[in-house]
């Protein structure tokens, strides 16, 4: 399986920024078994990190690999749209409707 590069991009420790981490660790464990790093940035505390990613809104989750880069905003709840945005195969996860 490949090893996704992921950095999810947050604004402090709010309520809608944990739904986020929560919403990845669990959509990472379930679909990607083990083959993935994810990296947490707070955008507070690492402005310049989020400016060079041109981060416009948080939380903002960066696929950095397998390429092509992808970018998905919001918290993450919608696990389908997730993995199309990851490039995941649904068919393979059969998750199909």
Do not use: W
């Not at 919001?74 to 490039?87: A, C, M, N, Q, T």
């Amino acid at each position: 399986m490949t090893k996704f590069k992921l950095r999810l991009y947050i604004t402090g420790r709010t309520s809608q920024s944990q739904r986020a981490i929560d919403n990845l660790r669990t959509l990472c464990e379930r679909d990607l078994q083990g083959a993935y790093e994810v990296d947490v940035i707070d955008v507070l505390e690492h402005p310049a990190m989020a400016e060079k990613e041109k981060i416009l809104a948080t939380p903002t989750l960066v696929k950095r690999l397998p390429e092509p880069v992808r970018k998905i905003i919001g918290d993450l709840s919608d696990r389908e749209k997730v993995l199309l945005g990851l490039d995941v195969e649904l068919i393979e996860k059969g998750l199909q409707s």
